[in-house]
């Protein structure tokens, strides 16, 4: 982003404005994280907003580093909470019962009707073996595997050491691969594990 520095100084000085630009620029991205962590359209709407919220009453403690890895960091935390939270008083979701196409997946004017309709199940299963994880691997995958972070990135993103993520990202890939392999029966053919 050009003159994300500038942007920053002046957000830290009280800049709505210049924050705003910052959300704009970084608004997909803490979506998508928490789309992928929380596995429902409106409780990661709701989570990114909590987390450009808190990263505004923040930005004056932010002192230079990589800021999109901040912001993630926090819209993590936000995403964490509200599964903890989730928890403690669960809920079904009316969205999750009418939504005929979980996680808003467009279809592409060259796919035929029956390949979008498989493309769709692969990505819902696949996204119930991510909600299966633990939510430490699962932020793993979804920053390494999903939204194609250096492992590097996902370590400040996460606030772990790059050998703690590797660990939790190989973890989360068997835990996935032995749901995968539970629930085959409910992928599409093609997409099946083999032994």
Known sequence: MENEATFIQRSQKGDL????????HYQGQVYNLALRMLGNQASAADAAQEAFISAYQAIASFHGGNFRSWLLRIT????????RSARARPSLSLESLV???PGNIPQSSAESPEDFA??????????????????????????????G??????????????GTVKSRLSRAR???????????????AQFRLEG
């Open 99 to 101: 939504e005929p196409n």
């Open 118 to 147: 498989l493309r769709s199940e692969l990505g819902a299963e696949i996204q119930r073996g991510l909600d299966s994880l633990p939510a430490e691997q699962r932020l793993a995958v979804v920053l390494i595997d999903v939204q």
């Open 174 to 188: 068997e835990r996935l691969r032995d749901y995968l392999r539970q629930h085959g029966e409910l992928l599409p």
């Open 17 to 24: 404005d210049a924050f705003n630009q910052l959300v704009l």
């Open 76 to 83: 993590a935390n936000a995403c964490k909470d509200m599964m």
């Open 149 to 162: 972070y250096s492992y590097e990135e996902a370590a400040q993103v996460m606030g772990a050491s790059l």
